[in-house]
């Protein structure tokens, strides 16, 4: 299936440490991407890698995109208390002959202070 | 300030009455969407809308309705709600379905 799987499902680090998360998917993509969600609030978009980039950087995150591997992962430096939320992977690709976004089921990261 | 809105943001309400969930853009999107958030299934599209007039089912569609008359708005309508119908829902809108999504506050809904 297109639906990205992200790993870990949980990950509990302390402030000032890196956090990585990974996303694997089955088929072919346009590009992936990366959101963001506070406890029970709406997604926000971190960042979109296309299917012909490898790496991409935006503030403290950094994502990369290994399409022979189909996966990405998305690594946050010096993480801070405020980084603690769900982050969900979302590839872009064709299903049934229609373009579609089909999100994984997220990492919660929590980072304690 | 660009942005996507629902109401109510709040909703406990019985099996069977009826009732519409509003979401409005201020962006000119053409593509709008609903999706449900149950824990562990993540993020399920119910309906998805490429432009006024187009819509089309996503992968969860039993049990809703949508309709788009103008392009700014996408209605969420469960003509007869059931408790497995309880669920935190989220509109959103982009420029397609590829693009950047532009997610609402989350509407919770509680069906008893």
């Known amino acids: 299936s297109q639906q990205g799987e992200e790993d870990p499902q949980a990950l509990s680090i302390q402030e000032g440490e890196n956090a990585t998360m990974n996303c694997s998917y089955k088929?072919?993509?346009?590009?992936l991407q990366w959101y963001r969600q506070n406890s029970g609030r709406g997604l926000v978009h971190l960042i979109l890698?296309?299917?012909?980039?490898r790496e991409k950087h935006s503030g403290r995150l950094r994502v990369t995109l290994d399409t022979s591997k189909k996966s990405s992962s998305l690594l946050i430096t010096a993480s801070r208390a405020a980084d603690t939320a769900s982050y969900f992977c979302?590839?872009?690709?064709?299903?049934?002959?229609?373009?579609?976004?089909?999100f994984g089921k997220g990492t919660k990261l929590t980072v304690n202070p | 300030e660009a942005q996507v809105t629902q109401n109510p943001r709040y909703l406990i309400t019985v099996t069977g009455k009826k009732l519409t969930v509003t979401c409005s853009q201020n962006?000119?999107?053409?593509?709008m969407s609903w999706y449900r958030q149950d824990p562990g299934l993540g993020l399920r599209q119910i309906y998805y809308?490429?432009?006024?007039?187009?819509?089309d089912k996503g992968d969860v569609p039993e049990g809703y309705k949508v309709s788009r008359k103008e392009k700014r708005n996408f209605p969420l309508i469960l003509e007869s709600p059931s408790p497995n119908q309880t669920s935190l829902y989220f509109c959103?809108?982009?420029?397609?379905?590829?693009?950047?999504?532009?997610f609402g506050p989350g509407t919770r809904l509680t069906v008893t």
């Open positions: 959103a809108s982009s420029y397609g379905p590829w693009y950047e999504q532009y």
């Open positions: 088929t072919s993509i346009n590009n």
């Open positions: 890698i296309r299917s012909n980039e």
């Open positions: 979302a590839t872009a690709g064709t299903q049934g002959g229609s373009e579609k976004l089909v």
């Open positions: 962006m000119n999107h053409e593509y």
């Open positions: 809308s490429m432009n006024v007039e187009v819509t």
